[in-house]
């Protein structure tokens, strides 16, 4: 059978799809233009968005496990419903869900509350499920890097909690393993969540010394205010994005993204290997 992954023509979904052709998936893509994809053999696409019922019907023909990755748009939430809905028409029940760390607490962030409405269809329409619950993608940093180089200040306002940044290589190379263990499992798995964080729970301050050290220049952390970043973030995308980024940004400050007890432990177990940390990926932006 095959396994029906959405948005991968993205950092994490494109290694999802790479992770499930090493372990031997028959993988099929939804995507809006198939031309532009670029993925090579062994990947069969079909054309399509999340709010194309008719496509959505046809991409799901002959799936049995489907990875849910939505982007954070206006309509989320309504793309991850019909989703959810048309796979079940379709026989489908076993399902990879990237959700958001904190999904359920984090309740004035509007992706962070779509994505735990989505959770809680799962659970309610007994899905089987995994749900995967990432902190801030160490990957976000390409944004800031020209930022941090040419200014010497990191500016990403994620306070003195401590955030525990995750790559996206971990994150789908989990992803891939739920994935392929759903399509596997003889039978109906109960749902199952895992909190997905790197190895270390850094600071404002904290990341702004790997940078001096990297750089061999004094990078100072910008602060803990998110009203710059947001006027930075809307002069290139809409402004309720910005927004939206500005309310997740008073989370960090407030509440930090802090792994539980055993959750570096558990990803370790599952990758068999160690996590990828914030100093090597931003040794690697340095070059």
Known sequence: MTILVTGAT?????????????????????????????FGEGVEVAKGDLLDIDALRAA???VSTLFLLNAVTGDEFAQAIITLNIAREAGVDRVVYLSVFEADLAVNVPHFAVKFGAER????????????????????????????????????????????????????????????????????????????????????????????????????YGGDDPSGFEANMASFMPK????????????????????????????ENILGRPLHSYRDFAAGLVG
């Open 10 to 38: 993205g950092r994490v979904g494109r290694n999802v799809v790479e992770q499930l052709l090493e372990r031997g998936a028959s993988v099929r893509v939804l995507t809006r233009d198939p031309e532009k994809a670029g």
């Open 60 to 62: 799901f023909s002959g």
């Open 121 to 220: 269809m799962l659970e309610a329409m007994g899905f089987s499920a995994t749900i995967l619950r990432p902190t801030y993608f160490i990957d976000n940093e390409v944004m800031v890097k020209d930022v941090i180089a040419n200014h010497h200040v990191y500016p990403m306002p994620i306070g003195s909690k401590g955030v525990a940044m995750v790559d996206a290589r971990d994150i789908a190379e989990v992803a891939a393993i739920e994935l392929i263990r759903r399509e596997q499992a003889p039978g109906k798995l109960p749902i199952e969540t895992i909190n997905l964080v790197g190895p270390d729970t850094l600071t404002g301050s904290d990341v702004a010394a790997i940078w001096t050290e990297l750089l061999g220049q004094t990078v100072v």
């Open 240 to 267: 309720w994005t910005a927004y939206e980024m500005r309310l997740m940004a008073e989370r960090y400050v407030s509440d930090g993204m802090i792994p539980q007890d055993g959750d570096r432990e558990r990803l």
